[in-house]
């Protein structure tokens, strides 16, 4: 185990390719060894079956990530990029985790919580091992904990209000308690949320390599493309394929085309997805596994609420009845995906969704007497901000600047790269903001409705002094009946003051290659946590 260790040390940060044996070997005798292990395995496919590629015969597995590179694997790093929140499960592993049925066990076997909601008990699972050889501890679980509420930028120490943790205790060596000041409603999805690492991982407070308990180990790391070996020792198995490659390829259509030639065997496991119309023209070649889900996360229009001409609620309803979901789904989605109602979920199958919200249907009619009410003029056209390289977001941008046109208001549309559009974000230089996938992402939906909607969130889109007290009353509300009420009157509240037009829900697409078995999907973007399950072979 410690060899695997080293390797993943010192691979972090050196360029490498697995298809060139001559830049092989000259990275030294270990790379020497894993390009004669590929020609050996490609040899053997072509005896045993000359159309079956090699990939296949060797139990080894490449996925396309859409994003531009991941720049860390360190779980705690403030500034890496979220890109690598999609590998983690892969190297580190959590004490609980969610699902839309709930809270469920990982390295914690079982858990409790105090009468007054302020202490939480941790009873570990025994004879779980780190890569490193070494078994999980209690001690590791406080230092991995500790090292999430050290983190002000992603970590727990981010929360605002912050996450009301005294301190950590380590009882015995597979017993942890965390004390609160305060009972905590979602202090489970927050624990949940937390890797669980050894300290090995750092030399004070550097990051010297991922030592977890998951079922892989790093074999080679760049930011573009890295590959992942077995963890003969994890807890629940041994990993079935022999190897699994990570690459990343920003360009939807790339990703498509990287598929179609056998570069790699799996697309869409992240948030950047796959795009509709290449769903459909790949479901319909016959060749491939597509797997469509609904999910949670939903895109929005954001109003800037210190946007002169946004000021006036009916303008801002107005808006809301110009625009067409149904058309957005079906002409940019082809189907895949649900028009929005709220800013939760679509129905109760997500969890914490009021039931009774209905939403705004589409009605031109009456967005323009709303804007005649409002004394609306038109003038200067409103700014619509949004990410360029993001699937369908041109093509919607477009579609939203012709809906509101249809009812006279007129819209500019300014395409961004990531960080300007971030920039543009928290500075409110916009008028509209075109929101990429974004909400319930585990299942406690609060992160994503404090982000935007708590007076002292990140993005600020509503000042509203009733929602702000009834978002701090959940947040300390342990009981999850008395929780669900409050999360209800949330979510009238936001409709109340009308500060974003909820447009839809995208399905989760991920296609593959046929004679892959045994892979999950589910409403959030966690595949690669069960890949250890997955094999090749019709």
Request: glycine residues 8%; charged residues 25%.
């Amino acid at each position: 185990m410690a060899g695997e260790v080293s390797r993943c040390a010192k691979g972090i940060g050196k360029e490498e390719s697995a298809v060139r044996k001559k830049r092989m070997l000259s990275k030294g005798f270990s790379y020497v060894l894993l390009v004669l292990f590929l020609l050996g395995a490609i040899m053997s496919a072509g005896c045993t079956q000359k159309n079956v590629p090699a990939r296949e015969q060797a139990q080894e597995l490449a996925i396309a990530l859409g994003e531009k590179e991941v720049t860390s694997l360190d779980p705690f790093d403030p500034h890496g990029s979220s890109s690598s929140w999609y590998i983690q499960p892969m190297l580190f592993e959590t004490l609980v985790f969610d699902t839309l049925k709930g809270t469920e066990p990982m390295l914690a076997e079982r858990w409790e919580m105090s009468p007054d909601g302020k202490k939480w008990t941790f009873y570990l699972r025994q004879g779980i091992k780190f890569h490193d050889g070494s078994f999980l501890t209690a001690e590791a679980v406080k230092f991995s904990i500790e090292k999430s509420l050290a983190n002000k930028v992603s970590g727990l120490g981010a929360r605002k209000p912050p996450v009301p943790v005294i301190r950590v205790e380590a009882a015995d060596e597979r017993t942890v308690v965390v004390h609160l000041d305060k009972p905590y409603g979602p202090f489970l999805s927050e624990i949940g949320s937390v890797r669980i690492v050894s300290p090995a991982s750092y030399q004070g407070d550097k990051f010297v390599g991922p030592v977890g308990t998951g079922p892989w180990v790093v074999a080679s790391f760049t930011p573009q493309e890295m590959a992942f070996t077995p963890f003969n020792d994890y807890w629940q198995g041994k990993p079935k394929l022999n190897k699994v490659t990570i690459k990343c390829i920003p360009d939807p259509q790339a990703r498509v085309m990287a598929l179609e030639s056998g570069e790699v065997d799996v697309i869409g496991v992240d948030m950047q997805g796959v795009e509709p119309a290449a769903a459909k023209s790949l479901t319909a070649s016959g060749k491939y596994q597509v797997i469509s889900l609904h999910q949670a996360y939903l895109v929005a229009l954001y109003f800037n609420p210190r946007a002169e001409l946004l000021k006036d609620i009916r303008v801002r309803q107005a808006i809301n009845y110009a625009l067409n979901r149904e058309e957005m789904v079906a002409k940019l989605l082809e189907g895949y995906g649900v028009p929005a109602k709220g800013p939760v979920g679509f129905d109760t199958s997500i969890p914490w969704t009021n039931p009774h919200i209905e939403g705004y249907p589409y009605d031109p009619e009456k967005a323009k007497a709303l804007l005649k009410d409002a004394g609306f003029k038109g003038g200067a056209p409103l700014k619509l901000a949004y990410e360029g390289y993001r699937a369908y977001h041109k093509a919607l941008a477009e579609l939203i600047q012709a809906q509101l046109g249809a009812v006279g208001i007129k819209v500019e549309l300014n395409s961004c790269e990531s960080g300007a559009f971030t920039q543009i974000l928290q500075a409110g230089q916009y008028d509209l903001a075109l929101i990429p996938p974004y909400g319930k992402r585990e299942e406690d939906s609060y992160p994503y409705l404090g982000m935007f909607f708590f007076s002292r969130g990140r993005y600020k889109v509503m000042e509203d002094p009733q929602f702000d007290r009834l978002f701090m009353a959940q947040l300390f509300t342990a009981d999850p009946k008395e929780r669900e009420k409050l999360y209800w009157a949330l979510q009238e509240e936001i409709m109340k003051n009308c500060p974003a037009a909820f447009l839809f829900h995208p399905d989760r697409i991920t296609v593959l290659k046929k004679d892959i078995q045994g892979w999950e999907s589910d409403y959030g973007f966690n595949s690669l946590t069960t890949l250890w399950k997955v094999s090749r072979g019709e």
